[in-house]
């Protein structure tokens, strides 16, 4: 007795684990996102940039009209900044501009919220896990006297970024970020056809890639954007 129904427990298991998997919906995607920073403590001004995203997005059907979403994305993100330095004659602007590129992987809930004839409308509410890749930091240092430019230095620099910055280590350069960065996601897509996909997406960061306790500055990034995708059912 014990046999058989081990048996018929495992053959419910497979058919609900075929089941599952026969509904799974591979999404490859790809967008584009304007970057914004809220900064905190920072003279500097900062304006948006705009930057690519791609990867393969996962739906796992939980029950009926509500989805998991995780996959593995390519993201790059960043800004740029200005800043100035006068004196009575002369002053000195400082241009910076950040491309960070980050492995995310995403964790959203997806609810349909409408559905009608061949579209479906779909809220997305979670986490991207955003693991640092690579980045670079140029820096435009340009001199001025009596408002006429003197000369211009330009030069780059690679960032560090550890998954836990140590600010007491002398050498940490003051633009690392830190290795991990969290950001919440809402986005709302509708589904075409059953395979076309278009997205407005929302990612709001959680903590800053760029603080110092020292003087508690801050820099905190966002994005809003667009995301088309094809649903292989």
Same mark, same amino acid.
């Given at each position: 007795?014990?046999?058989?129904?081990?048996?018929?427990?495992?053959?419910?298991?497979?058919?609900?684990?075929?089941?599952?998997?026969?509904?799974?919906?591979?999404?490859?995607?790809?967008?584009?996102?304007?970057?914004?920073?809220?900064?905190?403590?920072?003279?500097?001004?900062?304006?948006?940039?705009?930057?690519?995203?791609?990867?393969?997005?996962?739906?796992?059907?939980?029950?009926?009209?509500?989805?998991?979403?995780?996959?593995?994305?390519?993201?790059?993100?960043?800004? *740029?900044?200005?800043?100035?330095?006068?004196?009575?004659?002369?002053?000195?602007?400082? *241009?910076? *501009?950040?491309?960070?590129?980050?492995?995310?992987?995403?964790?959203?809930?997806?609810?349909?919220?409408?559905?009608?004839?061949?579209?479906?409308?779909?809220?997305?509410?979670?986490?991207?896990?955003?693991?640092?890749?690579?980045?670079?930091? &140029?820096?435009?240092?340009?001199?001025?006297?009596?408002?006429?430019?003197?000369?211009?230095?330009?030069?780059?620099?690679?960032?560090?970024?550890?998954?836990?910055?140590?600010?007491?280590?002398?050498?940490?350069?003051?633009?690392?970020?830190?290795?991990?960065?969290?950001?919440?996601?809402?986005?709302?897509?509708?589904?075409?056809?059953? &395979?076309?996909?278009?997205?407005?997406?929302?990612?709001?960061?959680?903590?800053?890639?760029?603080?110092?306790?020292?003087?508690?500055?801050?820099?905190?990034? &966002?994005?809003?954007?667009?995301?088309?995708?094809?649903?292989?059912?």
């Amino acid at each position: 007795m014990q046999r058989s129904f081990t048996i018929l427990l495992s053959a419910a298991a497979l058919l609900l684990h075929g089941h599952v998997c026969a509904q799974l919906q591979v999404q490859p995607t790809f967008g584009e996102g304007f970057c914004y920073v809220a900064k905190k403590n920072i003279a500097a001004s900062f304006s948006t940039a705009t930057k690519p995203n791609a990867g393969i997005i996962i739906h796992v059907p939980i029950v009926e009209n509500l989805q998991l979403q995780t996959g593995a994305m390519f993201v790059q993100t960043g800004y *740029s900044s200005q800043s100035t330095e006068t004196s009575v004659r002369a002053k000195t602007v400082y *241009s910076i *501009s950040n491309s960070i590129n980050y492995f995310s992987v995403p964790l959203l809930l997806s609810y349909q919220v409408y559905k009608h004839k061949q579209f479906q409308y779909w809220i997305d509410a979670g986490i991207n896990y955003n693991f640092f890749i690579s980045g670079t930091t &140029h820096y435009t240092i340009t001199d001025y006297l009596n408002d006429i430019p003197t000369g211009t230095t330009s030069f780059s620099h690679s960032i560090n970024a550890p998954l836990v910055r140590q600010y007491t280590d002398p050498n940490a350069g003051r633009d690392d970020l830190t290795g991990l960065d969290l950001a919440f996601k809402l986005q709302f897509h509708v589904v075409c056809n059953k &395979h076309y996909s278009f997205g407005l997406y929302w990612d709001n960061g959680l903590y800053s890639i760029l603080a110092n306790p020292a003087d508690a500055s801050s820099i905190t990034l &966002h994005s809003v954007g667009i995301s088309i995708g094809y649903l292989i059912l």
